[in-house]
């Protein structure tokens, strides 16, 4: 006993863990209940803390339009938000559970919360007629039964449809046969009937449930004593069965039902009818033929509304009065995959930022098929490659959750198919698109379209005359005019924050150009013509009267540039120099001198 012990609580505690990992928690709550009425405090049975449920984005997540149940983010409380109507949810499932589910961010977890509704006692049994009328020969033996249509109850369990009564009477009682998958209902003779004595017995049958206070429906019967007719009709069985499959063509024979009467001419012949109206679902779903009592499909038949059907046939002969009789015919519906998947998708963020962490949530898919059996098993996926993924959460519910590294400078928004399939033979599918948008993170520099941007500020042009220097021995200089270029189609303001940089970076070079330059060696009288000198750091000087150019290059390097500074005052023409690298110089050109010129020294 002591290791039975031992294992009994080593099993309760593996199934308390297996609930937890699960993360699902089960409440219950009555029907009807008022809006505002407290189901649990789920905050602490998922043990999250109440100041944690804000920055967790804790929310309540519904499949459904209505949002039946909503979280006090103050105090964690679950309580319910929308009336709960236990008969709309299941009808007449014995356990009604309605499933949702609880979201928390930071990290991603997905909670299934089951909540029991419980029934009340809100519904009356009712019959679907509120009166009928039956002809009974007065010649029918003690004993004999006859059908009568049974009520209805929305409500289960305890307060569902209990007992029925009858009025009291000398000639009348009620037997009650429960069975599947309906209780049958029947009318016993106790005493022979006399019309001379009553033509006509009124009786009222009480449906009862087994509600607190109890609920009741009633039904108004008028019994008809018919004289005459001693045979009434009798059919080959009490009970057929037949099985169709659903979406059989309007018009389709399923049987024929065959009954026999012992009387002669008129009072053997006879007249099939359904008795009796017992499921409002399958009412109007066949019809039989009078003459010959075959019964044929009147309307569509659906597995999934009716997947079993109970009938009653009447046949009765003409004979004056009248005599008849009943049997049960049972449908059985065999399913077709006729019911493709349905795609139910939840977004849980208006967009996604770009810097989005794999295995976040972006939407809920909920699939589902109301076919049964394989028909009903249902694969979903995702079409194309996408940096998002699928995670199933349990039994056809899916998490939507990113799975690769988003960019929204490449892609800003994805358009995502999710598909189902069931197994069906030949299976059917359907999808739904669900757009993405990404939203911006600063990630990235500013960047211009080009490392170098090279703009062209229009100035006057000048022109330099170089003449003979006293020295030689440099090398040769070239000139290189400057292209005069027109206004690019720059944007003013890069226009002038091109035409500032330029200003201080000439302004700097001046500077750099002073201090490294030095004066020409020698003079030459205010008489003399413009002289260009050399000097031991490469630089060459210009010089005429009380003017001077400066020109300066670099005496280590193959290519150099040149750059020529005028004086204020316009010099006289004069003569271009070329000086060669073997001391010796070349008359080349006259050419007015009147600005800047920025050549290149080869």
Not at 268 to 288: C, H, I, M, P, Q
Request: net charge negative; aromatic share 8%; with cysteine.
């Amino acid at each position: 006993m002591e290791i039975y012990g031992w294992v009994r609580m080593w099993f309760l505690l593996c199934a308390c863990l297996w609930e937890t990992s699960l993360g699902q928690v089960v409440y219950s709550v009555s029907e009807e209940v008022d809006k505002g009425t407290v189901v649990g405090n789920i905050a602490k049975d998922l043990k999250i803390g109440v100041h944690e449920l804000h920055s967790r984005m804790f929310q309540i997540v519904s499949g459904s339009n209505k949002k039946y149940f909503e979280v006090n983010m103050k105090t964690g409380a679950l309580f319910v938000n929308e009336r709960v109507d236990r008969e709309e949810f299941c009808e007449q499932s014995q356990r009604c559970v309605v499933n949702v589910e609880a979201l928390a961010q930071n990290p991603h977890n997905l909670y299934r919360i089951e909540i029991n509704v419980l029934d009340v006692n809100d519904n009356a049994p009712r019959f679907l007629d509120s009166a009928i009328s039956m002809n009974i020969t007065e010649d029918a033996s003690p004993g004999e039964r006859f059908h009568l249509p049974v009520a209805e109850d929305a409500d289960v369990g305890s307060n569902s449809l209990k007992d029925y009564r009858l009025s009291t009477n000398e000639y009348f009682s009620i037997d009650v046969q429960s069975g599947e998958p309906t209780v049958s209902l029947e009318l016993v003779l106790q005493k022979a009937l006399d019309r001379e004595k009553q033509s006509a017995i009124s009786l009222v049958l009480t449906a009862l449930d087994g509600g607190k206070p109890q609920k009741t429906g009633t039904l108004h019967i008028t019994i008809h004593v018919i004289d005459v007719n001693d045979n009434k009709p009798v059919f080959n069985k009490p009970l057929y069965k037949v099985k169709i499959r659903e979406n059989v063509a309007i018009g389709t024979k399923i049987m024929s039902l065959t009954a026999t009467d012992l009387d002669e001419g008129t009072n053997g012949e006879l007249v099939y009818s359904f008795f009796g109206r017992a499921n409002a679902k399958t009412d109007g779903l066949f019809s039989v033929i009078p003459e010959t009592g075959d019964v044929v499909v009147k309307n569509q038949i659906d597995y999934e509304e009716t997947p079993a059907i109970e009938l009653r046939v009447q046949a009765r002969d003409k004979g004056s009065p009248p005599k008849s009789t009943q049997c049960k015919v049972l449908v059985e519906v065999l399913d077709e995959n006729d019911n493709a998947p349905e795609i139910i998708v939840t977004p849980l963020l208006d967009s996604v930022k770009e810097d989005t962490k794999p295995g976040t949530a972006v939407a809920l898919v909920t699939v589902s098929d109301r076919d049964g059996g394989k028909n009903g098993v249902v694969h979903c996926s995702i079409k194309g490659f996408f940096p998002f993924k699928l995670d199933s959460s349990y039994s056809n519910h899916f998490s939507l959750v990113v799975d690769g590294p988003l960019d929204r400078e490449s892609i800003s928004e994805y358009s995502i198919t999710i598909s189902a399939t069931d197994e069906g033979a030949p299976p059917l599918s359907s999808s739904s698109v669900l757009t993405v948008y990404i939203s911006d993170v600063n990630d990235n520099a500013p960047q211009f379209s080009a490392p170098v941007i090279d703009a062209y500020v229009p100035t006057v042009t000048v022109e330099v005359v170089v003449v003979e220097s006293l020295d030689s021995g440099q090398p040769s200089l070239r000139q290189v005019p400057m292209k005069e270029e027109g206004f690019s189609d720059l944007n003013l303001y890069l226009l002038i924050a091109i035409v500032s940089v330029s200003v201080i970076f000439l302004l700097s070079l001046i500077s750099l150009i002073a201090v490294k330059c030095c004066g020409s060696e020698g003079g030459l009288s205010r008489c003399s013509g413009p002289v260009v000198t050399t000097h031991p750091d490469g630089s060459w000087s210009y010089s005429k009267a009380t003017q001077q150019y400066d020109v300066c290059f670099s005496s280590d390097t193959l290519k150099s540039d040149v750059v020529v500074f005028p004086s204020p005052f316009p010099p006289a023409d004069a003569e271009l120099i070329s000086i060669n690298g073997g001391d010796t110089f070349t008359r080349t050109q006259t050419l007015p001198s009147s600005g800047k010129v920025r050549g290149f020294m080869n």
